[in-house]
């Protein structure tokens, strides 16, 4: 079982930047489990949730259309965290963000999910 702890969601001005961090951990003791995939969804409000940027082992990256060219995925594996750095915030990127990993590559969406952390975008 893996553990995720999202964090750096708070109110930002159109066309401000932020970075939202995610850590992996292992919640059961004496468990290793190899993340392949790490992902960022989002959810707005009334909306469903939707893929943001994907990372597998390797570096191979995805992104959804309206965030290409403003959002970058990486990951520091030595700290077990993935980052999502946004720039150019709009409007329209206010939602909950969830970090989201799993074994298998590719695997979109993965089996666990972080709690979320909110990010708001205000004109």
């Known amino acids: ?40 969804y989002r959810q707005a409000p009334g909306k469903q949730r939707e893929l943001v940027a994907a990372v597998t082992s390797g570096g191979p990256t995805k992104y959804a259309e309206a965030v290409k060219g403003r959002f970058t995925i990486s990951s520091d594996n030595a700290k077990n965290t993935v980052f999502l750095q946004m720039n150019s915030l709009k409007p329209e990127d206010t939602a909950v963000y969830y970090c989201n990993a799993d074994p298998r ?18 004109s």
Do not use: F, H, K
Request: some cysteine; glycine content about 14%.
């Open 1 to 40: 079982q893996v553990q995720l702890v999202e964090s750096g969601g708070r109110l930002v001005q159109a066309g401000g930047s932020l970075r939202l961090s995610c850590v992996a951990s292992e919640s059961i003791l004496g468990t290793q489990t190899v993340i392949n995939t790490m992902a960022w």
């Open 105 to 122: 590559p590719w695997a979109t969406p993965g089996d666990y999910w972080g709690q979320g952390t909110q990010v708001i975008v205000s």
